[in-house]
């Protein structure tokens, strides 16, 4: 990870252990509170202005990185996630040519039939109606080992 050279030495190592942590388990590190982090740059308050500068701008880049790091993991999933951590723990850089791994997947597509009819008759009732059909499916899904992957209107995606 390249930073500008006018960054002080405890900013690189403070985001390379930021790296570090996300690279060991992408999951792990992605919901710290925001408040956790100005409640420990608020404690350094007696240690001059410009330590206190640079610790808040340290934790701002690491709450960064966290949230980085948390979208990448949903917009990834769990596959996606251990292919990026493999790669940050290899070569502290994601590189697209590292060799992926094949997986076996089923996928499912699940509509509601006549849901315009339903719509018709249900009326304002008919998110609810669709939501009690998702919490089945995705439910059913979970338990046999699978993920809802979208819902688009009446339909879903697993």
Known sequence: MLLPAHQPP?????VQQQVN???SNFWDGTDEDEGDA???VGSSQGQGRQRQESSYETQILENSIQKIG???AVGFGDAGA???AENIRNEGD???MVPGRKTVAVFGFCDIRRFTDTTEVLQEEVMEFV???AHIVHTS???????ANKNIGDAFLL
């Open 141 to 147: 899904c979970a338990l046999h080992g699978g993920a």
């Open 38 to 40: 100005s409640s420990r």
């Open 94 to 96: 994601i590189n697209p």
């Open 70 to 72: 948390a979208l990448l």
């Open 10 to 14: 405890q900013l690189e190592q403070a």
């Open 131 to 133: 939501n009690s059909i």
């Open 21 to 23: 942590r996300m690279a």
């Open 82 to 84: 251990k292919v990026i």
